[in-house]
Antibody, heavy 122, light 109 residues
């Protein structure tokens, strides 16, 4: 079964940092881009950035550039999202998702992690 | 950067047909993908490309595109289709920038 399994929920204080993990299984991890998506409470999906685990090429949405770091360790089929100097506004569910290039101008996020809930509170 | 615009809310009577739309310039270059998200769950891909369904998605779900507008159609909506639906596409000038629509909450009456 193809799946992405994320690390568990976190409670943090403002100013702390956090790393969320996303481990893939059931497919060749290094050949698919992995994206990170934020969902604030009651809000929609925000694309944060993406990484190619094969060579750790990471690209960021302008809205998140400089605010987060995306990395990967292909030896353990895991991608990471690093959030530094957390603020209350970082409280959200963070999802990783596999991007599938189907060709013919068609792309999709076909596999999603279960989500990691982050609560930032004094 | 590109934006994708969705109506915030749509309702449909049980068993009737409903279409959810997504509009944006990037859809002139790339197809949209559609995701269903139920409360407390991760999004699930329901339609991608010209009109393709992942395994396990009922055939009452279909997709289409006309110009800069993509549509997700549910023919014979069921109670279990009540959810938030998001469209997604790639930014036309940046292969690594994806964009999501704001989401449409579908209510099945």
């Amino acid at each position: 079964e193809v799946q992405l399994v994320q690390s568990g929920g976190e409670v943090k204080k403002p100013g702390e940092s956090l790393r969320i993990s996303c481990q893939g299984s059931g497919y060749t991890f290094i050949t698919y881009w992995i994206a990170w998506v934020r969902q604030r409470p009651g809000k929609g999906l925000d694309y944060m950035g993406i990484i190619y685990p094969g060579d750790s090429d990471a690209r960021y949405s302008p809205s998140f550039e400089g605010q987060v770091t995306i990395s990967a360790d292909k030896s353990i089929s895991t991608a990471y999202l690093h959030l530094g100097r957390l603020e209350a506004s970082d409280s959200a569910i963070y999802y990783c998702a596999r991007r599938h290039d189907h060709g013919d101008y068609t792309f999709s996020f076909d596999v999603w992690g279960q989500g990691t809930t982050v609560n930032v509170s004094p | 950067s590109s934006e994708l615009t969705q109506d915030p809310a749509v309702s449909v009577a049980l068993g009737q047909t409903v279409s959810i739309t997504c509009r944006g310039d990037t859809l002139l270059s790339y197809y949209a993908s559609w995701y269903q998200q139920k409360p407390g769950q991760a999004p699930v891909l329901v339609i991608y490309g010209k009109n393709r369904r992942p395994s396990g998605i009922p055939d009452r779900f279909s997709g289409s595109t006309s110009g800069d507008t993509a549509s997700l159609t549910i023919a014979g909506a069921q109670a279990e289709d009540e959810a938030d639906y998001y469209c997604n596409s790639r930014e036309s000038t940046n292969n690594f920038l994806e964009v999501f629509g704001g989401g449409t909450r579908l209510t099945v009456l």
